[in-house]
Nanobody, 125 residues
Framework: QVHLAESGGGLVQAGGSLRISCAISGGGLGDYTLGWFRQVPGKDREFMAAIKWFGDMTYYSDSVKGRFTISKDYAENTMFLQMNNLKPEDTAVYYC??????????????????WGQGTQVTVSS
């Protein structure tokens, strides 16, 4: 059973930066894919970025490509999302997720098996 815990959310002004983290525990990650999603009230969870736990493969949504960077730290068993040039429309609850499927990177929330509790990111104009 994999456990995920996000941290690092908060309030930031438009144009600013924030790094959120996802601490991973509970088991070996093997060929897992780890992803970041966000959600605003009344809407489905939106895919942001994903990374294979082993290897260098990453994938970004068009809405964040060039502004957000996903990374990982094996020693800390942690995944990060560095968010630059933040916009008010980036305001959401951000979730990390793990897909144990051993396939290529999925950009659909239904494909992910484990989820964190979420961290709020608010970007003021």
């Amino acid at each position: 059973q994999v456990h995920l815990a996000e941290s690092g959310g908060g309030l930031v002004q438009a144009g600013g930066s924030l790094r959120i983290s996802c601490a991973i525990s509970g088991g070996g990650l093997g060929d897992y894919t780890l992803g970041w999603f966000r959600q605003v009230p009344g809407k489905d969870r939106e895919f942001m970025a994903a990374i294979k736990w082993f290897g260098d493969m990453t994938y970004y949504s068009d809405s964040v490509k060039g502004r957000f960077t996903i990374s990982k730290d094996y020693a800390e068993n942690t995944m990060f999302l560095q968010m630059n040039n933040l916009k008010p429309e980036d305001t959401a609850v951000y979730y990390c997720a793990a897909d144990r499927g051993g396939r290529g990177i999925a950009a659909v929330a239904l494909m992910y098996d484990y989820w964190g509790q979420g961290t709020q990111v608010t970007v003021s104009s």
